[in-house]
C-alpha cells in the first residue's frame, strides 16, 4: 500500500495531536499546524521523519498558502485534509459578548478553514483524496452563550454538505464530524486558561477522549472509497439534551 499523507490543522493538543499520533502510528505521512512552535517541536521529535511541523497561526492566509507552496518532497501530495484547528469564545449572550472573541473564534473556525481547503482541493481532486471537518453539537443544539461558537460550526457542517455537491463526481470524500464533549484543553481555552472551570466541567461525566476522537477520525477516512460519511455525531454517555427555555416575564 502506498503511504498516505494527512494535513491535520491544530496538531499541538487535543483531537489534532492525538490524530496525528493515530495517523503516523498506522503509517500515515502527516503535515501538522498549531500556533505552539514547541509543541510542535515535541511531536516532531516523538513522532520522528513522518511528521512535518507547520508553524502556523490559521488566520494569516498568505503564510497557509505559502507554507503549503513551500512543503517538502514526500508531504506534498496530501490525501486528506482534517480540518481541525478551531476555539470557542467564552460562554456568553452576544448582548454582552466581547467582539474580538467572536471574531477571532470566526476567522479561525471559518475563514481560514475556507481558504485552507480551497488552497488544498486541486492536489485533493487529482488524488480522489478527503476532507473531514471538526464541526460540533453545538452546529445542531443552541445554548445560552454559544451563538458565535454554535454559528461557526453549523457554518462548517453546511460548508462541509455543500462542499459535497461542488465535488459531486470528483471522488473526494467529504465529512462534517460533530461531538459533543471531549476533554482537551477546549474549555480551558474558552475560560481564558482558568484550569479549575476546566475540571470543574469535565468532572465526574467520562467525557470522550482526543484519542475516542482520533479512532473515529481515522475509521471514517480508511472506510472504502466508495463510502461517504456525510455527517456523524458523537457524545459521551453522560451527555444528552436539555428541554427548551421558557421565560414568564411578570
Ligand atoms: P484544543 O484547544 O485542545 O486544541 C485546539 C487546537 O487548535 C490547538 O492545536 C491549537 O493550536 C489550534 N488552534 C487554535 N487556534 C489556532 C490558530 N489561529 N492557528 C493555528 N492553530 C490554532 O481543542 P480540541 O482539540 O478540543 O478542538 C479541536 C477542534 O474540535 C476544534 O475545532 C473544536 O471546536 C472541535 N470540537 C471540540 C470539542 C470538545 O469538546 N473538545 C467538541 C466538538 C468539536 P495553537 O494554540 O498551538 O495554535
Ligand atoms: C463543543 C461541544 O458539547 O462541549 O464543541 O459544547 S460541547
Redesign the pocket.
Known amino acids: 500500500m502506498t503511504q498516505k499523507t494527512a494535513f491535520i490543522t491544530g496538531t499541538t493538543a487535543g483531537i489534532g495531536a492525538a490524530a496525528a499520533r493515530r495517523f503516523t502510528s498506522e503509517g500515515w505521512r502527516v503535515i501538522g499546524t498549531g500556533r505552539r512552535r514547541e509543541r510542535l517541536d515535541a511531536l516532531a521529535g516523538e513522532l520522528g521523519e513522518a511528521f512535518h511541523p507547520l508553524e502556523l497561526d490559521v488566520r494569516d492566509l498568505k503564510a497557509m498558502e505559502a507554507a503549503v507552496d513551500a512543503l517538502p518532497e514526500g508531504f506534498r501530495d496530501i490525501d486528506l485534509l482534517l480540518n481541525n484547528a478551531g476555539l470557542?469564545p467564552p460562554l456568553a449572550t452576544v448582548q454582552e459578548s466581547e467582539l474580538p472573541a467572536s471574531l477571532q473564534a470566526i476567522d479561525t473556525n471559518i475563514t481560514a478553514l475556507v481558504a485552507l481547503t480551497r488552497k488544498l482541493l486541486p492536489g485533493l481532486i487529482a488524488r480522489k483524496g478527503a476532507v473531514i471537518n471538526l464541526s460540533?453539537?453545538?452546529a445542531t443544539y443552541p445554548?445560552r452563550g454559544?451563538a458565535v461558537?454554535g454559528g461557526t460550526?453549523a457554518f462548517v457542517r453546511q460548508f462541509s454538505l455543500d462542499l459535497r455537491a461542488d465535488l459531486h463526481g470528483t471522488g473526494v470524500r467529504v465529512t462534517s464530524i460533530e461531538?459533543?464533549?471531549?476533554e482537551t484543553e477546549?474549555?480551558l481555552v474558552r475560560n481564558g486558561g482558568d484550569q479549575a472551570a476546566s475540571d470543574a466541567l469535565y468532572a465526574g461525566i467520562d467525557a470522550m477522549t482526543a484519542e475516542d476522537t482520533a479512532e473515529v477520525l481515522h475509521w471514517v477516512a480508511t472506510l472504502p472509497s466508495h463510502v461517504n460519511v456525510n455527517a456523524l455525531e458523537l457524545m459521551p454517555v453522560n451527555?444528552s439534551f436539555a428541554g427548551f427555555a421558557v421565560a414568564r416575564p411578570s
Open positions: 470557542a460540533s453539537v453545538a445554548y454559544g461558537y460550526k461531538p459533543g464533549m471531549i477546549f474549555t451527555q
